[in-house]
């Protein structure tokens, strides 16, 4: 079955951290990972925090930045999600980037996967929990 990836789970596969291992098991699973494509600006927004703050070298932030894009099976346009990703941002009171991973998962009728607490809180005892899975 498909799944959903969100960037909390990639900056997972591509910065070793406190759960890389269970990123890494997603990652060589048989079902495809796909994810919108506003998950490459994320990324990218992370490896440059990343770099800024002396944490990883500017190379190996680079080096993370052009491997992301190969991990996916599917980068889908994240222009095709936006009205439903801002309803279900309202219906949440979350901010719209990591509603766009629910509206895909919603769409192909498949599982979304987070290492992001603050979001997978948000949404127990919500109509959005079944769609979302701790990493």
Known sequence: M?????????????FEQDGSDRAQAILGAEHPLIAPDLVLFEITNAAWRLA???????????????????????????????DRALAIAVELRHPPYDCFYIALAEKR??????????FLRRCIATRFAPLVTAL
């Open 109 to 118: 009728g498949c599982r979304l996967i987070t290492a992001d607490l603050r």
């Open 52 to 82: 800024a703050a002396n944490s990883v070298p500017l190379d190996a932030a680079a080096a993370a930045v052009a491997l992301a894009p190969k991990q996916f099976d599917e980068l889908v346009p994240a222009a095709a999600l936006t």
């Open 2 to 14: 498909t799944v959903v990836v969100d960037a909390s789970v990639a900056l997972h596969w591509l």
